[in-house]
């Protein structure tokens, strides 16, 4: 009876022990997740000096260059390796003139990727958008809408011109808009972009339209800066203020 009633409790204190062991390695697993998650998340940069405001401003610059660039799609990881490696002056895993042929090749085959998507998503919009009630497409491929009629003087190619206008990418990025600086715009209608010249010459004083302009009367396989990429097609609504 005695050798039972020990055995009883021997198992008992080591069912118990198992369950704590459990527990505690639990809680382990659970507190080293908890580690792992808050190594995973990304450092948070103070600016709180000089250098470090001008060593972001710099990475801003930089990486808004090279994705306009097409070359959204480098790795982050690598390319700060080498930034890292090149401030602390450590052996470098490719010599400055082995890189160039390979960035030269990479960004180009980048951007011919971006362009390629570019005239595509274009040709789509494009495509669609001209089945839009109110939608009148031109012999040139110009496409405008029409909010309000106007019923003032029409500007020839050689009048100048005072506009309102906004303009987005298809994706309904804003470039450029006077509206937003609240001041009209004035210039040449033969000074503009093709697409705007066609359009002005159309429009009465007091007109405002929609315009959707193809990339090959608007700024064509180059694009315009930063912010217009290479065949790019654009919308405007314009507002015509004044023939002056």
């Given at each position: 009876?005695?050798?039972?009633?020990?055995?009883?409790?021997?198992?008992?204190?080591?069912?118990?022990?198992?369950?704590?062991?459990?527990?505690?390695?639990a809680?382990?697993?659970?507190?080293?997740?908890?580690?792992?998650?808050?190594l995973?998340?990304?450092?948070?940069?103070d600016?709180?000096?000089?250098?470090?405001?001008?060593?972001?401003?710099?990475?801003?610059l930089?990486?808004?260059?090279?994705?306009?660039?097409?070359?959204?799609?480098?790795?982050?990881?690598?390319?700060?390796?080498?930034?890292?490696?090149?401030?602390?002056?450590?052996?470098?895993?490719?010599?400055?003139?082995?890189?160039?042929?390979?960035?030269?090749?990479?960004?180009?085959?980048?951007?011919?990727?971006?362009?390629a998507?570019?005239k595509?998503?274009?040709?789509?919009?494009?495509?669609?958008?001209?089945?839009?009630?109110g939608?009148?497409?031109?012999?040139s491929g110009?496409q405008?809408?029409?909010?309000?009629a106007?019923?003032?003087?029409?500007?020839?190619?050689?009048?100048?011109?005072?506009?309102?206008?906004?303009g987005?990418?298809?994706?309904?990025?804003?470039?450029?808009?006077?509206?937003?600086?609240?001041?009209?715009?004035?210039?040449?209608?033969?000074?503009v972009?093709?697409?705007?010249?066609?359009?002005?010459q159309?429009?009465?004083?007091?007109?405002?339209?929609?315009?959707?302009?193809?990339?090959?009367?608007?700024?064509?396989?180059?694009?315009?800066?930063?912010?217009?990429?290479?065949?790019?097609?654009l919308?405007?609504?314009?507002?015509?203020?004044?023939?002056?």
């Amino acid at each position: 009876m005695k050798r039972v009633l020990i055995l009883v409790v021997v198992l008992i204190a080591t069912g118990t022990l198992m369950a704590q062991s459990k527990k505690e390695l639990a809680a382990q697993v659970q507190k080293l997740q908890a580690e792992i998650d808050q190594l995973k998340k990304p450092k948070e940069v103070d600016l709180n000096n000089a250098n470090k405001k001008a060593g972001y401003g710099m990475g801003v610059l930089f990486a808004n260059n090279i994705k306009g660039q097409g070359g959204d799609s480098l790795d982050v990881e690598a390319l700060t390796a080498a930034i890292k490696d090149v401030f602390e002056k450590k052996t470098l895993k490719m010599d400055q003139q082995s890189c160039m042929p390979v960035v030269q090749q990479f960004m180009q085959q980048a951007s011919e990727r971006k362009s390629a998507i570019a005239k595509e998503q274009g040709k789509v919009f494009l495509e669609n958008n001209k089945k839009t009630e109110g939608v009148v497409v031109t012999a040139s491929g110009l496409q405008y809408k029409v909010l309000t009629a106007g019923t003032g003087k029409t500007p020839l190619s050689t009048n100048g011109v005072t506009v309102h206008y906004t303009g987005k990418l298809v994706d309904g990025t804003i470039f450029d808009s006077s509206v937003q600086r609240g001041q009209p715009a004035n210039f040449g209608v033969n000074q503009v972009i093709r697409g705007w010249t066609e359009a002005l010459q159309l429009m009465k004083e007091g007109d405002k339209w929609m315009l959707y302009i193809p990339y090959d009367l608007a700024y064509g396989e180059r694009g315009q800066g930063g912010q217009i990429p290479p065949y790019a097609t654009l919308i405007f609504e314009v507002e015509l203020i004044k023939v002056n």
